[in-house]
């Protein structure tokens, strides 16, 4: 299997504050791979190192076979970058910001930047500063994917936009990147955007890496089950119970195991319990249950 991106031990301290911890993981060729966690546990810093911008302290990051802080020009040449905030030289109009960028790609494809142009509703003479901020955001993907880099790495695309754009913007960029094997590595803080665009996920949280796996597999085999009982305090984390909540005599419990498996655990815990039933999640639910909502 041929992997664009490969991580292998990456670990990372700012002072004495560690951020990662033998993070290992790896991307295929042609995927759509997400970094999903909470603010601060280190998908910007992760992202950083991946672009040559930050050295780990120890492991190594790949980048289509070179080590990400010595990455020749040729292979930077194959890596399309979005950071928040999207655009620079917003002083300029549609017209003019292509016709800037295109001098420094040699493989750059006008018309896939002026594609999606044709979906803006502006004048080709008014300037980026003057438009929407989803309006910007269209420009900031069409620039991107003119270059045609091999590996796209988006840093919370989402900023500021509201759902139509969020919704154009990854279904433009799902689409492209089929259609021309691209690999696309995206966070965001807006998980229910990313319920049908990614094929594969790491899950962080503040300790390391939650979960690795296909997102179907995670979606059809992590389970949420709700059920009554006056026991809460027999409810803990271990083997079975990947993580829970109580609220009153209310439990939920998060589990990739089967309800039999779920309530003979459970009894054999010495929790009796009424009303059990299993609920379907989407990928936001299954994301909040296996990081937690704190």
Known sequence: MEYVVEVKNLTHYYGSKKVHENLNFNIKK???????????TGKTTTINILNGFLKPKSGQCLILGEDSYKLSPKTKAQIGFLIEGHIQYSFMNII????????????WKKDVY??????????????????????????????????????????DYSMGLDAGYRRLFLDFLKEYGKAENKTIFITSHIIQDLDGFLDDCVILDYNGVVLQMPIDEFKNTFKMYQFTTNQTDLISKDEIVNNFEIIKNKATVYSFNDVETVQNHLKAKGVNFTDFKDHKMDLEDAFIGITGKY
Do not use: H, W
Request: proline share 3%; glycine share 10%.
């Open 114 to 155: 002026y594609d999606l142009m044709s979906k803006l509703k502006v004048l080709d003479n008014q300037r980026i500063s003057k438009m929407s901020c989803g309006q910007r955001s269209q420009v900031t993907l069409g620039l991107l994917l003119a270059q045609d880099p091999d590996l796209l790495i988006l840093d």
């Open 96 to 107: 003019q910001i292509e016709k800037y960028y295109s001098q420094f790609y040699p493989q």
């Open 30 to 40: 042609g995927s759509i791979f997400g970094l999903l966690g909470k603010n601060g």
